[in-house]
């Protein structure tokens, strides 16, 4: 069985964040900002996007952004 990279699993509150839009400046190829200007996470970062994902986390200054390592998977 092939055993596939570990992923990430970001997950926004939308109820804390404030818009400040930090997280898409230090990782933009995990967070974007939707219309409302609020944050947006993609779906299951993979393994070599952790380091964006991490340091989008911890620019929120309100705390928003939860992340969870998901895998590896068989």
């Given amino acids: 069985m092939a055993v596939t990279q570990p992923t990430l699993l970001v997950t926004v509150d939308r109820t804390k964040c404030c818009g400040y ?28 996007l952790e380091g964006q994902a991490c340091r989008g986390a911890e620019a929120c200054p309100d705390g928003a952004i939860s992340i969870q390592r998901i895998g590896p998977t068989e």
Wanted: charged share 20%; hydrophobic share 40%; net charge negative.
């Fill in 21 to 48: 839009t930090l997280c898409a400046t230090e990782g933009p190829d995990v967070y974007s900002i939707d219309d409302a200007g609020y944050a947006v996470a993609m779906d299951n970062v993979p393994a070599e």
